[in-house]
């Protein structure tokens, strides 16, 4: 797949971006550009916070682009947490567990999720300064997908159908390790000597939920990946209020 066409593909599945595509996607071979899909995201949620903070509040100009984020990616990870919210903490075995996840309503537990999710994530943004919501957006993104992509290549499948088995089966591990690299780079460029507790907690985050999976369901599924970029999201959000 030509770079170009792998980032198009990623654009047009991790985002409500209206995308046109030729062909059938392949979205394995488009898994490692995840992250830098995280970088356009959370430059537009970042820009739209530090814009709205100067003239209103951070609390609200945060608020604001968390939520802009959730319409650019069409709440796409938020529902991952709630499926796992209620499958992992409401069900009572793996059988249970993997039916809760293909069910597309959500329970107390997943609602309860979803709702802290975002309630998190805006409060710790809008601790930062203006200016510095930016470059933390940027960098949150970009290290919570990274830390999908990394469940990816560690992580063994709880089944084989489902939409995130497609994309695991045809996953590039060089190209996949490449862009972990980048993302590194990338958060250590965005945010300074913030970048070493950023990338602690993405790593905190994504062992974290992949101990659970296994735990859980023996393995992750789509909804698993689309819940450890929310994690990851919150974390690295909170230890960056810490600036």
Known sequence: MMPGRGF??????????????????????????FPIVGVAVGAIVGGIAWGTSLLTTPLVGATIGVLCGV??????????????ADAFVGGWNIEDRLRILKDPRHGSYGVAALCGSIVLRSVALGSCTPRAMFTAAIAAHCLARASALGLMLTTALARRDGLGAEYVKSLPIGRSILSLVVA???????????????????????????????HKIGGITGDVLGAVEQVSENLIYVVLSAR
């Open 8 to 33: 198009v593909v990623a654009l047009s599945f991790l985002t409500r971006i209206p995308v046109r595509l030729r062909h059938e996607p392949s979205i394995g071979l488009a898994a490692p550009w």
């Open 71 to 84: 319409l650019i990616t069409g709440a796409f990870h938020e529902d991952g947490l709630a499926d796992v």
């Open 184 to 214: 590194v780079l990338i958060g250590v460029a965005a945010i300074g000597s913030w970048a070493g507790a950023a990338i602690g907690a993405t790593l905190i985050s994504a062992l974290v939920t992949r101990w659970w999976s296994l």
